[in-house]
């Protein structure tokens, strides 16, 4: 019997509501979280996904304590964040979407500051500072200008930034925005890192490909809405009604593709290189095994019956209507 791990963010039927300026069209408030009920375990890597004004920034804002909720609760290692706000926030790690870097600092000096505002004890510093520069991959930068940083190592400072006071959990909004491919490659592997040092990481993205890189577990929300959460695996094989299925053989003379067309319950047969088929399949694993045996007694050799995964971005895409609040 397994064991659930602790929780590291709880929210529990959380709520924000905005009022609207008298005048404006439609209706008189907006509602960017609407009754969430999340569990975020010790040691996931966490997506929070959704369409454009779903809600995702203002419920990361609430969870560090900088916005107050307009109904609910949220507790975040164990401490309630309304009640004891400063206690919560000394162990979160936040990354805003768009975040202040000083041109004219030196990248230790950057650092040594965001330490001392956290009230780390003064002989800690020097060390911590150089231990995020190691973890980061900017030792060769530790007395160089931010100006002249390129925007995947400025990328990495800022979660040095947050990671400084060594929190447990760190919260990134966006933080791959603008990156290039070995950019997007390299923060990927600094997050993994993180999380292998016991950080629980919540993260949003619009990059959906890297989050099915990174995440263990995925929420989607829309509409301030909860969709759908779970284990990413989990979440991939709900969001299908139809499960792709790949057969490769080894007979250089047997029609798979017309063999395939003609079976129940297969549609969208394609060819695949050198001698394959790739289909959507309506049945279970009984019914697939089924079709792999009449395979071979029709005299195809198969050396390979392989799922094709559903992309996070077509689950998402079937479950949000694109609804923004």
Same mark, same amino acid.
């Given at each position: ?15 924000? =509501?905005?009022?609207?300026?008298? %005048?404006?069209?439609?209706? *008189? ?17 966490? %997506? !929070?996904? %959704?369409?454009?004004?779903? @809600? ?36 979160? @790690? ?10 004219? !600092? ?8 965001? *330490? ?30 931010? @100006? ?12 040095? $930034? ?12 966006? /933080? ?19 999380? #292998? ?25 829309? $509409? %301030? $809405? ?26 250089? #003379? ?7 067309? $003609? ?5 969208? =047969?394609?060819?695949?290189? /050198? ?51």
């Amino acid at each position: 019997m397994s064991v659930e791990a602790p929780a590291a963010i709880v929210l529990e039927n959380l709520s924000k =509501v905005y009022d609207l300026p008298p %005048g404006s069209a439609g209706a *008189a408030q907006a509602v960017a979280a609407d009754n969430l009920n999340l569990r975020i375990a010790a040691g996931e890597v966490f %997506g !929070l996904v %959704g369409p454009n004004g779903a @809600g995702k920034t203002t419920t990361l804002k609430m969870i560090c304590g900088l916005l107050v909720p307009t109904a609910g609760r949220i507790v975040v290692n164990g401490i309630d964040v309304e009640r004891d706000p400063e206690a919560a926030q000394g162990g979160i @790690g936040y990354l805003a979407d768009f975040f202040s870097l000083y041109d004219d !600092l030196k990248v230790w000096e950057y650092l040594d500051y965001f *330490a001392h505002a956290y009230k780390m004890a003064p002989e800690t510093i020097a060390g911590r500072v150089t231990e995020v520069l190691g973890v980061l991959g900017l030792e060769g930068k530790r007395g160089a200008f931010i @100006g002249g940083l390129s925007r995947g190592m400025k990328q990495r400072l800022g979660i040095g $930034r947050a990671i400084i006071h060594d929190p447990q959990v760190l919260v990134l909004d966006e /933080p791959a925005v603008g990156l290039d491919p070995k950019g997007r490659i390299e923060f990927r592997q600094l997050v993994r890192e993180l999380n #292998g040092q016991g950080k629980t990481v919540l993260i949003t993205s619009h990059l959906l490909h890297d989050l099915e890189e990174m995440c263990t577990s995925i929420a989607i929300i829309e $509409r %301030g $809405r909860l969709l759908r959460s779970g284990r990413l695996g989990q979440i991939l094989g709900e969001g299908v009604r139809e499960r792709r299925v790949r057969i490769m053989i080894a007979s250089p #003379g047997f029609a798979l593709v017309e063999w395939l067309s $003609r079976r129940e319950g297969v549609t969208g =047969v394609t060819g695949v290189a /050198p001698i394959g088929a790739q289909f959507s399949f309506a049945g279970g694993e009984a019914e697939l095994a089924s079709l792999v045996k009449a395979l071979v007694v029709a005299g195809a050799s198969v050396y390979a019956v392989e799922p094709v995964g559903e992309t996070l971005e077509k689950v998402v895409m079937g479950l949000s209507r694109g609804e923004v609040t």
